[in-house]
């Protein structure tokens, strides 16, 4: 079997959420709930890969590995491709898993469905998203949208044809939230953080477009819950309720 590496980027620079990863839920730094919903994932090594020497403590003080990285990388991919070459220089792993360091909520089985599309041939990369129920959130920004065309006979498996924050497409049926975690062939990551930013990525403000626009494949795994991505001290204190002892 090809190896798998999950690799979490975290930085403190959070500008509504200043110091996000080290912030306490329950006698536990945020980075360690995520890290510890990784390793529950049971595919393969997990790495936080950071810039700050606090969060590395407190992931190594939980059991965990964390690896130092740049300062001034300008996104996560960046982050995550120069901790996969630190880690794995010789090029033992194939697929590579960026998971957001702010999921605390995260269930396991999701980053197992993210891998599951790069296990088959055809996409570069692999992503998640699910079938929009707020109305809401249909037209927020916020949420970022997929347009997609169905694979085939896969059940529950897109092929990304766009991202956007606008709401699409347009007419009846379902829209998509995309959840913004990433399965990469290692090759795929290595020619991506090597690309340029694209158009379509500075107007929308949406990195994932610079692979769709150099024309590497995104395929989507469906599924049936989106995990709480913790951006505000809102978000915080609602983690901390899902994630009260019972």
Same mark, same amino acid.
């Given at each position: 079997?090809?190896?798998?590496?999950?690799?979490?980027?975290?930085?403190?620079?959070?500008?509504?959420? *200043?110091?996000?990863?080290?912030?306490?839920?329950? =006698?536990? *730094?945020?980075?360690?709930?995520?890290?510890?919903?990784?390793?529950?994932?049971?595919? =393969?090594?997990?790495?936080?890969?950071?810039?700050?020497?606090?969060?590395?403590?407190?992931?190594?003080?939980?059991?965990? !590995?964390?690896?130092?990285?740049?300062?001034?990388?300008?996104?996560?991919?960046?982050?995550?491709?120069?901790?996969?070459?630190?880690?794995? @220089?010789? =090029?033992?792993?194939?697929?590579?898993? #960026?998971?957001?360091?702010?999921? @605390?909520?995260?269930?396991?089985?999701?980053?197992?469905?993210?891998?599951?599309?790069?296990? !088959?041939?055809?996409?570069?990369?692999?992503?998640? $998203?699910? &079938?929009?129920?707020?109305? &809401?959130?249909?037209? $927020? *920004?916020?949420?970022?949208?997929?347009?997609?065309?169905?694979?085939?006979?896969?059940?529950?498996? +897109?092929?990304?044809?766009?991202?956007? %924050?606008?709401?699409?497409?347009?007419?009846?049926?379902?829209?998509?939230?995309?959840? =913004?975690?990433?399965?990469?062939? %290692?090759?795929?990551?290595?020619?991506?953080?090597?690309?340029?930013?694209?158009? +379509?990525?500075? %107007?929308?403000?949406?990195?994932?477009?610079?692979?769709? &626009? #150099?024309?590497?494949?995104?395929?989507?795994?469906?599924?049936?819950?989106?995990?709480?991505?913790?951006?505000? *001290?809102?978000? +915080? &204190?609602?983690?901390?309720?899902?994630? $009260?002892?019972?």
């Amino acid at each position: 079997m090809t190896r798998t590496l999950i690799v979490i980027p975290a930085r403190m620079q959070a500008t509504r959420l *200043p110091g996000k990863p080290l912030a306490d839920i329950h =006698g536990k *730094p945020m980075i360690v709930h995520v890290w510890e919903r990784a390793r529950a994932a049971d595919l =393969g090594r997990v790495v936080v890969a950071t810039d700050t020497e606090e969060i590395a403590a407190a992931v190594r003080a939980a059991g965990g !590995e964390a690896v130092m990285t740049r300062a001034d990388h300008v996104s996560g991919s960046d982050r995550v491709f120069e901790a996969v070459r630190q880690i794995d @220089p010789d =090029g033992a792993v194939g697929h590579v898993i #960026n998971l957001q360091g702010d999921l @605390p909520t995260l269930e396991p089985h999701l980053v197992r469905g993210c891998l599951a599309p790069i296990t !088959e041939e055809g996409p570069d990369i692999a992503t998640l $998203a699910a &079938e929009i129920t707020d109305p &809401e959130e249909k037209t $927020a *920004p916020s949420v970022v949208k997929v347009v997609g065309t169905p694979i085939g006979c896969a059940k529950n498996r +897109l092929r990304a044809l766009y991202f956007t %924050r606008a709401t699409a497409p347009y007419g009846e049926g379902p829209l998509y939230h995309h959840i =913004g975690i990433y399965a990469f062939r %290692r090759a795929a990551l290595e020619r991506f953080v090597a690309l340029p930013p694209s158009p +379509l990525e500075l %107007r929308e403000k949406l990195e994932q477009l610079r692979a769709l &626009e #150099n024309g590497l494949r995104i395929d989507v795994a469906l599924v049936d819950t989106v995990p709480l991505g913790v951006d505000t *001290p809102a978000d +915080l &204190e609602r983690a901390r309720k899902l994630l $009260a002892p019972k």
